[in-house]
């Protein structure tokens, strides 16, 4: 792979964080596109570093797409860690970023700190994430100044879905604009980074030119710096109706159902296991 066009530029296998988050920066300034994608275990870890993602999301979305539950909403600190660490310990040059949950950091900048240094130290995370507006920016000066990298994650913000109205499309008319101050507002308290969630693809790409750190949009256009999706949308693990900002690079459900169903079927049948698997 051409240096130049790497996904991981010039850094070193096991570089730190800072090297790293300089290098998304890098890519901005040279209008270089980048990606993330979730990941919560030791396979798809290994498998987004080796195809070239740069930055690995452990999202409170495992609520949803690991734990079972029907939203972002119960999933706990407890429950994250153990996730976080199996994606820290299965990469060497990929940035990992922990999702804060719900309820683990809104309550003040302490607690905030709080959660985020067991992420870091317990889970061996290089940055974290938290959603909000406003409200928030105490929490992100705290984080900044204490030696904690922080992305913040504005637009729809799913931890708050009973506020918004459920999961629907923000920044639409004025609130664009205020997106794009309270963007500018995050940049200041020392974000690294913002994600922008479903939002106009006009009011990604007015806060990608507002502001100097990369965006990483999901439903928020072509115009943000960076690109996220939930792993299990982008390989079609999940099926059933999906968000409009999904697209599905593989079958993944198909394929999985087919290797379950032929090895029960060989079982039934009585021709696995065959003498090449025996002793
Ligand atoms: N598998 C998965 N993918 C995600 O993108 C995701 C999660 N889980 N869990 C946490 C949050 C929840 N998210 C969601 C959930 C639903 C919609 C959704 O239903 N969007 C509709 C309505 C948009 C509108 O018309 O305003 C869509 O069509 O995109 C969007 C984001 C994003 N996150
Ligand atoms: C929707 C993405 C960006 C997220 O926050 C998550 O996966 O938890
Ligand atoms: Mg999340």
């Avoid at 987004?48 to 930055?55: K, L, M």
């Avoid at 750190?213 to 939930?230: E, K, M, R």
């Amino acid at each position: 792979m051409d240096e130049q066009i790497s996904p991981y530029g010039k850094n070193p296998i096991g570089n730190t964080g800072k090297v790293r988050i300089r290098h998304l920066q890098e890519m901005k300034e040279r209008g270089k596109k980048w990606t993330m994608l979730t990941s919560y275990d030791m396979y798809t870890a290994t498998i987004f570093e080796e195809a070239g993602i740069p930055v690995l999301l452990v999202g409170d979305s495992a609520a949803n797409n690991v734990f079972g539950y029907d939203s972002s909403l119960p999933v706990t600190v407890d429950e994250l860690l153990p996730l976080v660490r199996a994606v820290t310990r299965s990469t060497k040059r990929s940035l990992v970023i922990a999702d804060l949950p719900f309820g683990s950091y809104q309550g003040s900048p302490e607690e905030c700190f709080h959660t985020a240094a067991r992420f870091m130290k317990e889970g061996g995370a290089h940055a974290v994430k938290l959603e909000g507006g406003r409200e928030m920016l105490p929490q992100v000066k705290k984080l900044a100044s204490s030696g904690i990298p922080v992305m913040a994650h504005i637009g729809f913000t799913p931890q708050a879905e009973h506020q918004l109205g459920g999961y629907r499309v923000q920044g639409k008319e004025d609130e664009g604009r205020q997106l794009v101050e309270l963007a500018k507002a995050f940049e200041t308290a020392g974000a690294f980074a913002l994600l922008i969630e479903m939002v106009p693809a006009a009011v990604g790409a007015a806060i990608t030119k507002a502001v100097n750190i990369p965006t990483v949009g999901i439903g928020a256009g072509n115009g943000c710096d960076a690109q996220v999706l939930v792993w299990q949308d982008m390989a079609g693990l999940r099926q059933g109706s999906l968000p409009r900002f999904v697209k599905q690079y593989a079958n993944m459900n198909a394929l999985l159902h087919k290797a379950a169903a032929d090895f029960a079927a060989e079982v039934e049948g009585g021709t696995f296991p065959g003498n090449e698997h025996s002793f």
